[in-house]
């Protein structure tokens, strides 16, 4: 059975229509991981239980059991969110062999919806990364090249996406992890609003930035996907109550009467012109169909940047604080307490997650305070109040997802700054808490384009009618590597 090409969709129509089991597809699966992913490294780690999970979904179905949209259907993880009794290490040393004492609530309701969890999926270290090379577990590569990168800090899960491992899978997106590794491998990738979906379970980087969200192979799956796991949960205070949902049926068929923004300060120098090219040809595509195409100023983006890496490192240095070697995780004794913290810390985190915390700790220390951290969340205002005042006047803003196609291993590993750059188009969205999805858009020297598209909070459905629109005119999400 050939699941490389097919989409969550048809999967769920054949398990309906009991052409095809459960456990044949998790079998189907597991045999396209062992074969593969060798190579890819997309999987740090498989499910010992995936076909037990598969059987007992088949002997649900048989007996004539009310199905959830999910089941029966594999599922990825990202490594930094909690399953019960499983091995869950944010792609780290310093928490080696740490199982979970419970489900995240997307795992809950992944369950309830009956997908298998298949495994977690590989990950820069923290989710900290642009290119998924910092994961202590080794570099992910690219299914489209694999001497290039996946994007990061997702990749694992684009990764797995893209080459047929799994129809779906989710990551987490703190300033465009979920966007930019699915515009780099060529599948369909979204960051909901923030407090669209529940953190409880999620092993924070950036608390005020980070938000869980799918990667699949057209718009359609992601709306299934997002109706399973979207909404309000009492564990998690910073989610919201959901006015409308995510359901495929309501989906507007046609952007006529649409206004589109193309902001100006995000086709700057520097971007690969051959991926505005591609973005620009959507953006033909969709003004034909009877969107106006509208260009905006959003004149503090230039700031976006230098914002997001003063906010998430303070957010992250607090978040890590915890992991200390004395509760859970690697340890390593020193000569007193002291000494033991410092290498615990030392030996257990990589060099960009140090980078971060001491970035972090730096901007929060005394003195510091104020000069940085404070200055940040001011500019952080007037980014979101940029969105605000753009989408009164569109509908949503167009952009490109990342400035290139996917670069060579090692290439911008060791340039910490060049590497910053990649998320230039990304941070802003999560700066400014609302919804983006990137679908692939086209190809550049034989490697995925991915085009941005962002919107007002909450508003999801207009994303999803923008994209699922460009995707009935185009072939490029269906292409596989």
């Known amino acids: 059975m050939d699941i490389s090409t097919m989409s969550l969709k048809e999967l769920a129509d054949q398990l309906t229509k009991k052409t095809v089991t459960s456990e044949q597809l998790t079998q189907a699966c597991l045999d396209r991981i062992q074969e593969q992913n060798p190579e890819i490294n997309a999987f740090i780690r498989v499910a010992e239980d995936a076909l037990e999970q598969a059987r007992a979904i088949d002997t649900r179905r048989a007996s004539g059991e009310q199905m959830g949209p999910l089941a029966g259907i594999p599922v990825g993880l990202k490594d930094n969110m909690l399953v019960k009794g499983q091995v869950t290490t944010a792609g780290s040393q310093i928490l080696e ?48 090249d694999t001497t290039k990168v996946p994007g990061g ?31 780099l ?10 407090g669209r979906v529940s953190r409880y379970g999620l092993m924070a980087m950036a608390s005020s930035l980070d938000q869980i969200g799918p990667f699949a192979k057209s718009v359609e799956d992601v709306m299934t996907i997002m109706e399973c796991i979207e909404g309000q949960d009492p564990n998690d205070g910073t989610s919201i109550r959901l006015d409308s949902t995510s359901v495929p049926e309501l989906l507007e068929p046609s952007v006529a009467g649409l206004t589109l923004g193309i902001p100006k300060e995000y086709f700057i120098e520097g971007m690969d012109p051959e991926v505005k090219a591609r973005v620009m040809d959507a953006v033909v595509v969709l003004e034909k169909a009877g969107a106006k195409i509208e260009e905006i100023s959003m004149p503090h983006s230039e700031y976006a940047l230098a914002t997001y890496y003063i906010i998430m490192p303070c957010e992250a240095s607090s978040n890590l604080g915890k992991f200390d070697g004395l509760r859970f995780g690697y340890h390593s004794m020193g000569s007193d307490l002291e000494d033991t913290y410092r290498r615990t810390r030392g030996e257990g985190f990589g060099s960009e997650v140090k980078r971060r915390i001491m970035l ?121 590597p």
Request: hydrophobic share 35%; proline share 5%.
């Open 97 to 144: 062999g740490h199982v979970s004492a419970y489900d995240g609530t997307v795992v809950s309701r992944l369950k309830s919806a009956g997908a298998i969890i298949i495994g977690q999926t590989n990950m820069d270290e923290f989710a900290m990364g642009s290119s998924s090379e910092s994961s202590h577990y080794g570099i992910t590569k690219n299914p489209w």
């Open 153 to 183: 800090s997702s990749g694992g899960s684009a990764a797995a996406v893209s080459a047929g491992f799994v129809p779906f899978a989710l990551g987490s997106d703190t300033g465009g992890s979920i966007r930019q590794p699915a515009s």
């Open 185 to 194: 491998c060529g599948v369909t990738g979204l960051k909901p609003t923030y």
């Open 360 to 480: 972090g700790s730096y901007a929060l220390s005394a003195g510091y305070y104020d000069a940085y951290y404070r200055k940040a969340l001011q500019m952080r205002t007037l980014i979101k109040q940029d969105f605000d005042e753009a989408l009164k006047r569109v509908d949503a803003i167009i952009t490109p997802t990342s400035p290139s196609v996917a670069w060579g291993i090692g290439e911008k590993f060791n340039d910490p700054i060049t590497m910053y750059l990649s998320d230039i188009y990304t941070v802003t969205a999560n700066l400014a808490t609302v919804p983006a999805l990137s679908v692939p858009c086209g190809f550049v020297n034989n490697l995925p384009v991915g085009l941005q598209i962002m919107g007002k909070p909450f508003d999801e459905q207009m994303l999803y009618r923008i994209g699922a629109f460009y995707q009935s005119q185009t072939d490029w999400h269906k292409r596989t």
